[in-house]
Nanobody
């Protein structure tokens, strides 16, 4: 069983920053996804098990940074210059069967409960 727990969400003004954390049980390819009300779940960022490869959605490049600390079994999403359109529930996810960082949510096997990020204008 893989258990993921997100934390760090909250309410922030536009231009502000938040850091999301996800506690994972082992080293896996990890991804961050988000879903806004009435919209499809979308890929935000992904990272290889070693942290050597990362992948970002175009909408967050230059603003968000995904990282991991395998010694602590943690993955992070540093979100800077937040915009109202970043408002969503953010989920961390683990890929257990592949080392390839992919943006397709269907390739991830386990999911956290989600943490709400709200960015006010």
């Amino acid at each position: 069983q893989v258990q993921l727990v997100e934390s760090g969400g909250g309410l922030v003004q536009a231009g502000g920053s938040l850091r999301l954390s996800c506690a994972a049980s082992r080293r896996y390819v990890m991804g961050w996804f988000r879903q806004a009300p009435g919209k499809e779940r979308e890929f935000v960022a992904g990272i290889s098990w070693s942290g050597g490869r990362t992948n970002y959605a175009d909408s967050v490049k230059g603003r968000f940074t995904i990282s991991r600390d395998n010694a602590k079994n943690m993955v992070y999403l540093q979100m800077n210059s937040l915009k109202p359109e970043d408002t969503a529930v953010y989920y961390c996810a683990a890929k257990t069967g592949s080392m390839v960082v992919t943006p397709d949510s269907r390739t991830y096997d386990f999911w956290g409960q989600g943490t709400q990020v709200t960015v006010s204008s």
